[in-house]
């Protein structure tokens, strides 16, 4: 197979990193890994975002960057602490690999930098394509940081586009796999009403377009990485019981859920939803493998 350019990777080693490398290298792509401790294999060069350090030398001949590095915001409580690690680790990150980029001869065509659907806050049922305005809450004001983070790149003449990337299922790790326990066990059941919506996306649908952005020259700006049809969350929650042959009875109040993650993270991430469309992905003729919920989750699954 022909080469088809070299590409850097951050956030290689999580759940999306870990699809789209191997991906990326049966298309013919040659990849480097940013990696934080010392590299251990040729593919590796070292970075420090907390430290505002990169190895700009080892980044040298790279064609194009995919930046999906950042702490998990679904791991513990959304505490002062844990706020600013997650929105540090995303615009530290972003700065600091949009200057290392923007500072290489020659530049790479195109830096494909993660955001989050949560830029546009909780919407109800309107229907949000790229032009949705911003929204609010803390998830869209770390989006916004996040994207503007990548300046430096914009600036140098480098294609940018920012990944608003939905809920994410995969056969193992991410939400679904929080998800299948509680199902299985017949305790699974809607949050509050099930009004939210719930933009989501396979992983393997997910590495796909993100070599898809890579590739195409017009593709610029915010680009929203979901399936082409939301779900509310009472309609997910049916489906993956049909799915798993479980009840799903045991509906979750808010209260609860306020009191068991606390009131902002159960507001912006379960109780809030945003009904995201794919308006970019499918104007330029990306094919997803999974567009319903159903046989999705039944290949998942």
Same mark, same amino acid.
Request: proline fraction near 5%; aromatic fraction near 6%.
């Given at each position: 197979?022909a080469?088809?350019?070299?590409?850097?990777?951050t956030?290689?080693? @999580?759940?999306?990193g870990?699809?789209?490398?191997?991906?990326?290298?049966?298309?013919?792509f040659?990849?480097?890994?940013?990696?934080?401790?010392?590299?251990s294999?040729?593919?590796?060069?070292?970075?420090?975002?907390?430290?505002?350090?990169i190895?700009?030398?080892?980044?040298?001949?790279?064609?194009?960057?995919?930046?999906?590095?950042?702490?998990?915001?679904?791991?513990?409580?959304?505490?002062?602490?844990?706020?600013?690690?997650?929105?540090?680790?995303?615009?530290?990150?972003?700065?600091?690999?949009?200057?290392?980029?923007?500072?290489?001869?020659?530049?790479?065509?195109?830096?494909?930098?993660?955001?989050?659907?949560?830029?546009? @806050?909780?919407?109800?049922?309107?229907?949000?394509?790229?032009?949705?305005?911003?929204?609010?809450?803390?998830?869209a004001?770390?989006?916004?940081?996040?994207?503007?983070?990548?300046?430096a790149?914009?600036d140098?003449g480098?294609?940018?586009?920012?990944?608003?990337? @939905?809920?994410?299922?995969?056969?193992?790790?991410?939400?679904?796999?929080?998800?299948?326990?509680?199902?299985?066990? @017949?305790?699974?059941?809607?949050i509050?009403?099930?009004?939210?919506?719930?933009?989501?996306?396979?992983?393997?649908?997910?590495?796909s377009?993100?070599?898809?952005?890579?590739?195409r020259?017009?593709?610029?700006?915010?680009?929203?990485?979901?399936?082409?049809?939301?779900?509310?969350n009472?309609?997910?929650?049916?489906t993956?019981?049909?799915?798993?042959?479980r009840?799903?009875?045991?509906?979750?109040?808010?209260?609860?859920?306020?009191?068991?993650?606390?009131?902002?993270?159960?507001?912006?991430?379960?109780i809030?939803?945003?009904?995201?469309?794919?308006?970019?992905l499918?104007?330029?003729?990306?094919?997803?493998?999974h567009?319903?919920?159903?046989?999705a989750?039944?290949?998942?699954?």
């Amino acid at each position: 197979m022909a080469e088809r350019g070299k590409v850097a990777v951050t956030g290689a080693s @999580g759940l999306v990193g870990r699809e789209l490398v191997p991906t990326l290298r049966r298309q013919g792509f040659e990849v480097l890994r940013l990696v934080r401790q010392a590299p251990s294999a040729d593919d590796e060069v070292r970075w420090d975002p907390d430290a505002g350090t990169i190895d700009s030398e080892g980044l040298q001949g790279i064609t194009a960057a995919i930046h999906l590095a950042g702490d998990n915001v679904a791991s513990g409580r959304w505490t002062d602490a844990k706020k600013a690690r997650i929105r540090d680790s995303r615009v530290r990150g972003t700065a600091l690999i949009a200057r290392a980029l923007a500072e290489l001869s020659p530049k790479p065509r195109v830096l494909v930098s993660a955001s989050a659907v949560g830029y546009y @806050g909780a919407c109800g049922e309107e229907t949000l394509d790229e032009s949705a305005a911003q929204g609010s809450g803390f998830l869209a004001s770390v989006c916004g940081e996040w994207e503007a983070a990548a300046t430096a790149a914009r600036d140098a003449g480098i294609r940018v586009v920012h990944a608003r990337i @939905g809920v994410v299922l995969a056969p193992s790790g991410g939400a679904l796999a929080k998800m299948k326990l509680p199902f299985l066990l @017949g305790l699974g059941g809607r949050i509050g009403d099930g009004s939210q919506y719930m933009s989501w996306i396979t992983l393997e649908d997910l590495g796909s377009a993100l070599v898809f952005a890579l590739e195409r020259d017009e593709l610029e700006g915010p680009v929203n990485f979901v399936s082409p049809t939301a779900v509310t969350n009472a309609d997910f929650t049916a489906t993956l019981g049909r799915v798993l042959k479980r009840p799903t009875v045991l509906p979750v109040p808010k209260f609860a859920l306020r009191l068991g993650v606390g009131a902002d993270m159960a507001d912006e991430m379960l109780i809030g939803g945003s009904r995201v469309t794919p308006a970019l992905l499918q104007a330029h003729g990306f094919r997803w493998e999974h567009t319903t919920l159903e046989p999705a989750l039944r290949a998942l699954l």
